[in-house]
C-alpha cells in the first residue's frame, strides 16, 4: 500500500512539473508522439523544451491542445527571466499559501507587479489563464513598449488589457485570430510555448534612467488610453469622481488627478467619440520629439492627424516618475491653423503607407499636387496648403487618395 501511494504521489509531481522543468541534455534530442513536425507550433515547443523550459508527459506526449495553468506560466516566466527573491515571506493569496509547490515563483511575479489575483484574494493557481490574461503578464514582465494601438474587433481600449495585447500585438508576439483577439479563450500549452518563445526572442527591455524613444512613445501611446478607459468606465458606472480618484493614481501624478482629470470629469462623454487625450494611432512614427530635462521628468511633443470625428492638433505630454514608475504629469493641445504641420510630400506618403499597413502588397504611388487654401479656426486668417495626391494599389484595386498638408487629412 505504502509503495503504491509512493508511485502515485511521484506520478503526480512529473504530471505537474511537466511544462516546467526539463533536463536540458536529454531535451536536445527529444520528440513529442503529438507534435509533428506540421504543428504549426513545432519549432516553439521544441526549441522551449531544447532550452530546458518545457518538458512532456511520462508517455512521451506533450498535449499540445490542454490548456495551460495560472501557476505553470508563473513558474516558466520566473525561469526565464529569473526574477528576484520575494523581500519578506508572506501570505498574499489565500490558495498559495507557503508550502505550495509555486509558492516562490507566484510571489516573485506579484512583487514585480505582474499579477494581482482576483477580489477574493486568490490567485487560482489551477485555473487556466486566458488569452488577455496571458498579454498582461507577458507585457509586463518583458516590460514591453507599445509601439501602436491594436485593431481587434472584440477588444475597444475599454477594456483593462486593451494595451497588453496592444504592447504584444506591436512585438509581434501575437498576430491575432482573423481580427479578434479572442480575449477570454483559454490558453493552450501549444499556443504558450509559442508566446513565450516570440516574447524571448523580442527579449526584455532594458531599464535605464535615461529614456529612450521608444519608452517616450510607449507612454504616450498607452498612459492616455488606460487613463480614458478609466474615466469612461467611471461615468458607465455612475461613479463620482472621489470613487474614481484612486484607480487613476497609479497612472497619474497626484498634481494631474487633482488638476485637469478632476476638472474634465463632468464633461466625459460614454456616448460619443470626443475625448479628453487625442486618439493617437500613426502619429508617433511621423512627428515624434522628446526631451528630459532631469532624470525624473520626460517632455513629449507629437501631432493628432484630422480625421472625421476631430479636428488636428499639436499634442504636448509631461510624464514624471515616481519611485520607478512614470505617470502622466500634464497634457495640452493646440489645434493648427495658420500654424500648421506643412507636411512634405514624403511624409504625406507615409501616412498614405502607414493607413494601409494592415494590407498586404501595397503600393503608393505619387500622382499630384496643387495648392488649396484653409482658413483659420480661432484667428480667420486664410493660408496656403497643399494638397497631395497618390494612388493606391492593394490585393483589392486601386485607389486614390488625397493628403492635406496642413492637418494631414486623408480622403
Known amino acids: 500500500m505504502k509503495k503504491t501511494l509512493r508511485v502515485l504521489v511521484w506520478t503526480a509531481c512529473m504530471l505537474a512539473l511537466s511544462l516546467v522543468y526539463a533536463d536540458s541534455n536529454e531535451a536536445s534530442a527529444k520528440e513529442f508522439k503529438d507534435v ?11 526549441e522551449m523544451q531544447k532550452a530546458g523550459y518545457i518538458n ?23 525561469q526565464v527571466l529569473k526574477f528576484p527573491q520575494p523581500p519578506t515571506d508572506k501570505l498574499v493569496f489565500a490558495d498559495v499559501p507557503k508550502n505550495h509547490m509555486y509558492y516562490t515563483p507566484i510571489m516573485k511575479l506579484y512583487n514585480k507587479g505582474i499579477i494581482s489575483g482576483g477580489l477574493d484574494k486568490k490567485f487560482n493557481p489551477n485555473a487556466s489563464i486566458t488569452r488577455i490574461q496571458m498579454a498582461k503578464m ?30 504584444l500585438y506591436a512585438n509581434g508576439v501575437t498576430k491575432g485570430d482573423n481580427g479578434k483577439f479572442l480575449p477570454n479563450q483559454s490558453v493552450t500549452r501549444a499556443h504558450y510555448a509559442e508566446f513565450l518563445y516570440r516574447a524571448m526572442k523580442v527579449g526584455k527591455t532594458p531599464s535605464s534612467s535615461v529614456v529612450s524613444k521608444e519608452k517616450a512613445v510607449d507612454l504616450t501611446m498607452r498612459l492616455p488610453v488606460v487613463i480614458e478607459g478609466i474615466r469612461v468606465q467611471g461615468k458607465l458606472d455612475k461613479q463620482t469622481y472621489s470613487q474614481l480618484r484612486s484607480k487613476q493614481l497609479p497612472y497619474a501624478t497626484k498634481a494631474f488627478v487633482e488638476g485637469l482629470l478632476k476638472d474634465d470629469y463632468p464633461d466625459v462623454c460614454t456616448h460619443c467619440d470626443s475625448f479628453l487625450f487625442p486618439d493617437l494611432t500613426i502619429e508617433p512614427s511621423l512627428r515624434f520629439e522628446y526631451t528630459q530635462p532631469d532624470a525624473k521628468t520626460l517632455q513629449v511633443h507629437t501631432i493628432s492627424l484630422r480625421n472625421m470625428l476631430s479636428s488636428a492638433s499639436y499634442v504636448h505630454y509631461v510624464f514624471k516618475n515616481e519611485s520607478g514608475i512614470w505617470k502622466m504629469d500634464d497634457y495640452s493641445g493646440e489645434d493648427v491653423g495658420k500654424k500648421n504641420f506643412e507636411l512634405t510630400k ?18 503608393v504611388t505619387y500622382v499630384s499636387q496643387a495648392k488649396k487654401t484653409g482658413e483659420d479656426y480661432a484667428t480667420k486668417e486664410k493660408y496656403p496648403f497643399t494638397e497631395y495626391k497618390f494612388t493606391v494599389d492593394t490585393e483589392d484595386g486601386r485607389e486614390t487618395v488625397v493628403v492635406n498638408s496642413d492637418d494631414g487629412f486623408t480622403y
Not at 512532456?56 to 516566466?77: I, K, M
Not at 518583458?142 to 483593462?160: G, R, V
Open 346 to 363: 514624403e511624409e504625406a506618403k507615409r501616412v498614405v503607407e502607414m493607413n494601409y499597413r494592415y494590407s498586404s502588397k501595397v503600393k
Open 138 to 167: 507577458l507585457d509586463l514582465a518583458f516590460d514591453f513598449n507599445m509601439k501602436e494601438p491594436a485593431i481587434f474587433e472584440d477588444l475597444n481600449f475599454l477594456h483593462w488589457g486593451y494595451v497588453h495585447a496592444s504592447a
Open 36 to 46: 509533428s513536425k506540421k504543428h504549426p507550433n513545432y519549432t516553439a515547443i521544441q
Open 56 to 78: 512532456g508527459y511520462p508517455d512521451g506526449t506533450f498535449r499540445p491542445s490542454e490548456p495551460v495553468s495560472r501557476q505553470h506560466v508563473a513558474s516558466l516566466l520566473d
